[in-house]
T-cell receptor, first 115, second 114 residues
Framework: AQKVTQAQTEISVVEKEDVTLDCVYETRDTTYYLFWYKQPPSGELVFLIRRNSFDEQNEISGRYSWNFQKSTSSFNFTITASQVVDSAVYFCALTGWTGFQKLVFGTGTRLLVSP | DSGVTQTPKHLITATGQRVTLRCSPR?????VYWYQQSLDQGLQFLIQ???????AKGNILERFSAQQFPDLHSELNLSSLELGDSALYFC?????????????FGQGTRLTVV
């Protein structure tokens, strides 16, 4: 079975701090994909990144960066110099060969960035 | 704007009633997914359609049904509603298999059963 664990329920930081959101996954598939989505207070789910299991290169997009480590089954997300607009719930998700039709989501991490 | 449109945005109805949630996928996307987000269950996959055919089922109750029409829009029908069905229902679409592509989500329909 596939499972995604986001152990951090809520994180509070002050603006300009760096923050890392943890994501640990479980799957028996050798081919799988990992995702991060953002859910701001308005409620919609916004796609942030997709990464396949064969690509362990870290990725940076502006203030966002992702660290994928197969050895520890982790796909962590770091926001550098956080801003108030980063306040949201962030979800890590997984799909794999046995279920490419669905995303398995973690429980989410609520990030509160205060000015 | 993800390009996925869901209507209505909010719905308040009584127990025992039936409602229909509508989703228009992004232009060109053949796959449509329905998810339920509740406080106790989190984000749960309900069902997936690809080009009009049901392809995968998740934790969807028998009281719930869905379909995808020839124009690719989809509807989720919820009947004999219970208080516990109150949740945010998301529709998502993708061009192909998840992984090859990502899923883009609509803004959701917030259903309140009173």
């Amino acid at each position: 079975a596939q499972k995604v664990t986001q152990a951090q329920t809520e994180i509070s930081v002050v603006e300009k701090e760096d923050v890392t959101l943890d994501c640990v996954y479980e799957t028996r598939d050798t081919t799988y994909y990992l995702f991060w989505y953002k859910q701001p207070p308005s409620g919609e789910l916004v796609f942030l990144i997709r990464r396949n299991s064969f690509d362990e290169q870290n990725e940076i997009s502006g203030r966002y960066s992702w660290n994928f480590q197969k050895s520890t089954s982790s796909f962590n997300f770091t926001i550098t110099a956080s801003q108030v607009v980063d306040s949201a719930v962030y979800f890590c998700a997984l799909t794999g060969w046995t279920g490419f039709q669905k995303l398995v989501f973690g429980t989410g991490t609520r990030l509160l960035v205060s000015p | 704007d993800s390009g996925v449109t869901q209507t209505p945005k909010h719905l308040i109805t009584a127990t025992g009633q039936r409602v229909t949630l509508r989703c228009s996928p992004r232009s060109g996307d053949l796959s449509v997914y329905w998810y339920q987000q509740s406080l106790d269950q989190g984000l749960q996959f309900l069902i997936q359609y690809y080009n009009g055919e049901e392809r995968a089922k998740g934790n969807i109750l028998e009281r719930f049904s869905a379909q995808q029409f020839p124009d690719l829009h989809s509807e989720l029908n919820l009947s004999s509603l219970e208080l516990g069905d109150s949740a945010l229902y998301f529709c998502a679409s993708s061009a192909g298999l998840l992984g090859d592509t990502e899923a883009f989500f609509g803004q959701g329909t917030r259903l309140t059963v009173v």
